[in-house]
């Protein structure tokens, strides 16, 4: 079959996001009052965690807390997270966070050969269009055809629920559609849907195991589009996504 579709992850995969993110959330707590701060080294351990609000959850119910608190404190993630969500969108916006490389070159290729291009992304449709237009122009949203992010779904990756989304949307076949990810609960999450996917680690990320990618590589610029084509022809997904098929329970 011929590749009709990729999806791309975004954070991590388009652009390395992650210390953008983690100075965000670090400027956040401040603003809020709050006594976190989260280093390097910590913000790796929480990444396994997806989804911002999640990951300040996730924190949250480490610390020793009053119900009062906890309770307290649990309202006020969604502000947090607003909060973080804005320092990040100006840290995009004055240019911090350049595309990685091979990311630009492999879309304008599958674009001139017909293919289309989703996202399907764990954070918000804010930072999305903040990347997309900082880094592809002010047009660079329309470059592709769908875009399933943040909470469009219930179930955060490692769940399929947001690959699954952006398929429904597509409306082609998942042997047609190659995935594009950098980090393990995105592999599951792509896998889980059925597809075949190429995983491009990140400082991050590349202590992760990445054993049922399809292809590991340190940057999309190691592979064009045609070539990638053929890769993802040489093992049919249906094959794939059955030996993975009992995970997503």
């Given at each position: 079959?011929?590749?009709?579709?990729?999806?791309?992850?975004?954070?991590?995969?388009?652009?390395?996001?992650?210390?953008?993110?983690?100075?965000?959330?670090n400027n956040a707590f401040e603003r809020f009052r709050l006594d976190w701060r989260w280093s390097p080294d910590a913000y790796k351990?929480?990444?396994?965690?997806?989804?911002?609000?999640?990951?300040?959850?996730?924190?949250?119910?480490?610390?020793?807390?009053?119900?009062?608190?906890?309770?307290?404190?649990?309202?006020?993630?969604?502000?947090?997270?607003?909060?973080?969500?804005?320092?990040?969108?100006?840290?995009?916006?004055?240019?911090?966070?350049?595309?990685?490389?091979?990311?630009?070159?492999?879309?304008?290729?599958?674009?001139?050969?017909?293919?289309?291009?989703?996202?399907?992304?764990?954070?918000?449709?804010?930072?999305?269009?903040?990347l997309l237009n900082a880094t592809l122009g002010p047009r660079g949203i329309e470059k592709f055809s769908v875009i399933a992010c943040?909470?469009?779904?219930?179930?955060?990756?490692?769940?399929?629920?947001?690959?699954?989304?952006?398929?429904?949307?597509?409306?082609?076949?998942?042997?047609?559609?190659?995935?594009?990810?950098?980090?393990?609960?995105?592999?599951?999450?792509?896998?889980?849907?059925?597809?075949?996917?190429?995983?491009?680690?990140?400082?991050?990320?590349?202590?992760?195991?990445?054993?049922?990618?399809?292809?590991?590589?340190?940057?999309?610029?190691?592979?064009?589009?045609?070539?990638?084509?053929?890769?993802?022809?040489?093992?049919?997904?249906?094959?794939?996504?059955?030996?993975?098929?009992?995970?997503?329970?």
């Amino acid at each position: 079959m011929s590749l009709e579709a990729l999806i791309f992850d975004v954070d991590g995969t388009m652009a390395d996001t992650e210390e953008a993110h983690r100075v965000a959330f670090n400027n956040a707590f401040e603003r809020f009052r709050l006594d976190w701060r989260w280093s390097p080294d910590a913000y790796k351990e929480l990444l396994k965690t997806t989804g911002g609000k999640e990951r300040i959850a996730a924190y949250l119910a480490t610390k020793t807390l009053s119900t009062a608190e906890r309770k307290q404190l649990t309202a006020l993630i969604p502000a947090i997270h607003a909060e973080k969500t804005r320092f990040y969108s100006a840290f995009v916006a004055d240019g911090a966070v350049p595309l990685r490389e091979g990311v630009e070159q492999l879309i304008d290729q599958a674009l001139a050969a017909g293919c289309r291009l989703a996202i399907a992304s764990t954070t918000t449709a804010a930072n999305i269009d903040a990347l997309l237009n900082a880094t592809l122009g002010p047009r660079g949203i329309e470059k592709f055809s769908v875009i399933a992010c943040g909470d469009q779904v219930a179930a955060k990756k490692p769940a399929p629920d947001i690959y699954q989304l952006a398929l429904r949307h597509l409306g082609v076949d998942v042997e047609q559609v190659v995935a594009l990810e950098d980090s393990r609960n995105g592999l599951l999450a792509a896998t889980r849907a059925g597809l075949w996917t190429v995983v491009t680690p990140t400082y991050w990320t590349e202590h992760h195991d990445f054993a049922e990618a399809g292809l590991v590589l340190q940057h999309l610029g190691e592979v064009d589009y045609a070539e990638l084509a053929r890769l993802g022809d040489r093992r049919p997904r249906s094959e794939f996504s059955a030996l993975y098929a009992g995970a997503a329970g």
